[in-house]
């Protein structure tokens, strides 16, 4: 689907090098491009940004638990079992990934812009 710019208004703003500066070294710190951060500034009033960096854990989680069900659905296709072993990792990492979930992804606002 090709999305076409339905901006045909064109602000010109001057600003001073200072000020151009400041403008650029915060949109560089949301790597954001000059104009979208001006005219999200313009609309929004604010750009909110989250680091989410410490949910990396949260990715190695769930890849965790995805092996271990495909180890798990290897062994019942082949046995018809699966070890009471298997079952309580499984729990053992869903409560982590539940963990996080409520301390870091439940709280977040669903207009975070990043």
């Known amino acids: 689907m090709i999305f076409i710019d339905k901006r045909d208004r064109k602000l010109l703003i001057r600003v001073n090098s200072d000020e151009y500066e400041?403008?650029?070294?915060?949109?560089?710190?949301?790597?954001?491009?000059?104009?979208?951060?001006?005219?999200?500034?313009?609309?929004?009033?604010?750009?909110?940004?989250?680091?989410?960096?410490?949910?990396?854990?949260?990715?190695?989680?769930?890849?965790m638990i995805g092996t271990e069900l495909n180890q798990i659905a290897k062994v019942a296709n082949s046995t018809g079992e699966v070890t009471s072993k298997a079952v309580e990792e499984i729990k053992r990492q869903y409560e982590i990934l539940e963990g996080v979930f409520e301390n870091y992804l439940k709280p977040l606002k669903p207009n975070v812009i990043l």
């Open 22 to 63: 400041v403008i650029k070294k915060k949109a560089d710190k949301l790597n954001l491009r000059v104009a979208v951060y001006i005219r999200r500034m313009a609309v929004q009033g604010e750009i909110k940004r989250y680091d989410l960096s410490e949910l990396r854990d949260l990715t190695r989680s769930f890849r």
